[in-house]
């Protein structure tokens, strides 16, 4: 037991070395998670994260959707129907930071759009404008629920 204590301690100092802490304080958001602690439950969301996110990719003013899903079928293939324009559109695009956060989302809060998140993850490496749609859809959800 001592020594599990000395290396919370230790943690706890070079942690501190590096960021200020406040360690009397409760916890309000720690990694953009927003969390609430009262008598019966504790629950985190992300709100503030998921506007700060619509501003960052452009859609803050894009309409709500009611599913993550749209329907469109991805496939490693699907970048070999985009014209040239599209391709260029493309390069331009933060799909893999997009994705990113959604992974980061569905993995802490929102496990709900888990199953979507993962299909676009799949194409990844070969993206096309069905997978960039497909990710702004699942944030424009986000931004709805």
Not at 25 to 46: A, D, F, H, P, Y
Not at 77 to 91: A, F, H, Q, Y
């Amino acid at each position: 037991m001592a020594a599990k204590e000395n290396v919370a301690i230790s943690f706890y100092r070079q942690f501190t070395r590096r960021w200020k802490t406040s360690p009397l304080q409760e916890v309000n958001i720690i990694l953009g998670l927003q969390i609430t602690v009262t008598e019966n439950e504790v629950s985190m969301k992300l709100e503030k994260s998921i506007k700060e996110a619509l501003i960052e990719f452009g859609l803050q003013y894009s309409n709500t959707v009611t599913t993550p899903g749209d329907g469109i079928y991805l496939s490693k293939d699907d970048g070999n129907n985009d014209t040239v324009v599209d391709k260029e559109k493309l390069k331009r695009t933060p799909l893999r930071e997009l994705v990113g956060y959604l992974q980061y989302v569905a993995t802490n809060v929102r496990a709900d759009i888990c199953g979507s998140v993962s299909k676009i993850a799949q194409v990844i490496n070969t993206p096309s404008m069905n997978s960039w749609t497909a990710a702004k859809r699942r944030l424009r959800y986000l931004k709805r629920t």
